[in-house]
């Protein structure tokens, strides 16, 4: 059985198609409403991605801290954590990038893997935003940290 084609529709007009699309003037209403959207969504986006951003580099400091009684017990000796050693080279918590690393008052993981209570405090270097990290004794646990503006002094609360 041959197959046959319908005949096609003539239009009045030899450059238009047989059923017409969009106007010019729909499809730029359409682009100004897309582009109403965007404008509206976008900051909101950059926002979340942002939170992301820093709650992984704070989730990667917090999981430094809860390794240091391991490195402690493998060295062989305890650690000390204060400012001179989180700015030298052989610190062994390292700041995120963007981030500057310091801890308010030395503490100490003791050779048997054991921690005083500590704190870490860690500002951005974009935005000047403190975040407080406290360490529990005696296993090195970091609570969850508040976020704090940080000051003119580099200090928060």
Do not use: K
């Amino acid at each position: 059985m041959a197959m046959r084609s319908l005949p096609a529709r003539r239009s009045d007009h030899p450059f238009r198609a047989i059923g017409a699309g969009f106007t010019l003037l729909e499809l730029l209403v359409v682009l100004a409403v897309l582009g109403l959207a965007a404008s509206l969504a976008t900051p909101a986006l950059l926002r979340t991605v942002e939170t992301w951003q820093r709650q992984s580099d704070i989730d990667a400091v917090m999981e430094q801290v809860r390794g240091l009684p391991g490195l402690a017990r493998s060295d062989g000796r305890s650690l000390v954590i204060d400012d001179d050693r989180l700015a030298s080279g052989s610190a062994p918590l390292w700041a995120p990038d963007g981030w500057t690393l310091s801890a308010p008052q030395p503490w100490r993981v003791r050779v048997d893997g054991l921690c005083g209570p500590g704190a870490l405090r860690m500002v951005s270097d974009t935005s000047g935003l403190a975040i407080d990290i406290v360490v529990h004794a005696p296993f090195c646990q970091p609570r969850r940290p508040a976020l704090a503006p940080a000051t003119a002094e580099g200090g928060g609360r």
